[in-house]
């Protein structure tokens, strides 16, 4: 019996996912480029992660991304490990080919790429704060040292899971000055450039600030990934001292796009995907 055809499938695994906006910039790319596919949510819990990666196969899905707290941990699942994702130990999309894995991160570059195109912020020479030492956090922080910042300091609650991303950016990078922060005062936010939180603190309503308000000064850019709420505790705080502000769905767009390119080879269509988002946003 022959196997009628279907869309291709792709998605976003991680728990929680449902607040995510990938589904409708993705889907509406999808439209455009004229592609049978359809993005779907994979709110996975992690004693279902097993399963899920055992049924990709039959579920005939093509490709998907990976969010919190997954980055790290899908690696072993994986056949093959693009080298700058190797080196970040971290994936954030994984392309099916026949039946092999392949892990890519499109995270450093899409913060990087927004920092410049949405922000005017160029990292080189710069001293950056940032808050944690999760997958987005490696991929930021390796793509950040690419660009020769002056210093980085990385605080996380788990205070070896910082030390041992401080150790790995200390052997690929030999000139930038990296500081493990025990606590947040240890950051030295009053004297960055740029603050930027990659933990996922913010999403909730009742989420605390990690950091004293009275770190924040005007002319320090406050980068928060987290994209939904709009305006977490953090930048709202960060704007009534009047800090530049920008949450992550610059850095959701961009590396949606380089995902995108790597699942079907197809240059991703930028203004479709950016309109789907702020329209997702308003929901």
Request: aromatic share 8%; with cysteine.
């Amino acid at each position: 019996m022959i196997k009628e055809s279907a869309k291709q499938i792709y998605g976003i695994l991680g728990y929680p996912a449902k607040h995510s906006l990938s589904p409708l910039m993705h889907n509406a790319a999808f439209k455009a480029l004229n592609i049978d596919a359809e993005y779907r949510i994979f709110e996975i819990e992690r004693n279902a992660l097993d399963a899920f990666f055992a049924d990709i196969f039959k579920q005939d899905i093509k490709g998907f991304n990976i969010t919190v707290p997954y980055k790290e941990e899908a690696i072993r699942y994986l056949d093959y490990i693009h080298p700058d994702a190797r080196m970040i130990a971290a994936v954030n999309t994984v392309k099916v080919s026949g039946h092999k894995l392949e892990g890519f991160n499109t995270d450093g570059a899409g913060f990087i790429k927004s920092l410049h195109e949405d922000l005017g912020f160029d990292p080189k020479g710069m001293k950056i704060a940032v808050l944690g030492a999760g997958g987005a956090s490696k991929a930021i922080t390796f793509a950040l040292c690419g660009l020769k910042p002056r210093k980085i300091a990385i605080y996380n609650r788990d205070l070896e899971k910082a030390r041992h991303l401080i150790l790995r950016l200390a052997e690929n990078f030999k000139d930038i000055e990296l500081k493990l922060a025990a606590r947040t005062e240890d950051l030295d936010i009053e004297d960055a450039d740029l603050l930027v939180n990659t933990t996922s603190v913010g999403m909730a309503p009742g989420d605390k600030l990690l950091m004293e308000p009275k770190y924040l000064r005007k002319g320090l850019l406050v980068y928060d990934l987290v994209y939904n709420p709009a305006c977490t505790k953090l930048l709202e705080t960060a704007r009534q001292k009047g800090c530049r502000t920008a949450n992550g769905l610059g850095m959701l767009l961009y590396q949606g796009m380089g995902s995108l390119q790597i699942w079907t080879g197809k240059k991703a269509p930028k203004s479709i995907m950016e309109e789907a988002i702020k329209e997702g946003k308003c929901l």
